[in-house]
């Protein structure tokens, strides 16, 4: 895996709904960059733009921030899943629009 992706844990929102984040969290990934229906935040199916598998099997939410870090990128964190074998977790899969 030689792209990288930076996960900001989200804390809370403000009185005035200002969205407050974590530190940054910078992992190895594999971006692709393809569409395909998937399940969205409310559970509603949704086209995704492309999907990451992060090396962590850190807890990742549709609340985190991400940013892509070969262009600075960010979007929006649709669903992301722990993919597991017979031995536990391995890594982290997220779509995002």
Not at 9 to 34: E, Q
Not at 65 to 91: C, H, K, M, W
């Amino acid at each position: 895996m030689s792209q990288t992706i930076t996960v900001e844990a989200y804390l809370g929102s403000s009185a005035k709904d200002v969205p407050s984040f974590g530190p940054a969290k910078t992992y190895k990934c594999r971006t692709v960059m393809k569409s395909k229906n998937t399940l969205g935040r409310d559970g509603q199916e949704v086209v995704a733009r492309g999907y990451s598998i992060i090396a962590t099997i850190d807890p990742i939410t549709v609340n985190d921030r991400i940013t892509f870090g070969d262009d600075g990128s960010q979007a929006v964190v649709l669903n992301a899943n722990p993919e597991n074998d017979e031995v536990g977790p391995l890594y982290t899969r997220l779509d995002f629009q």
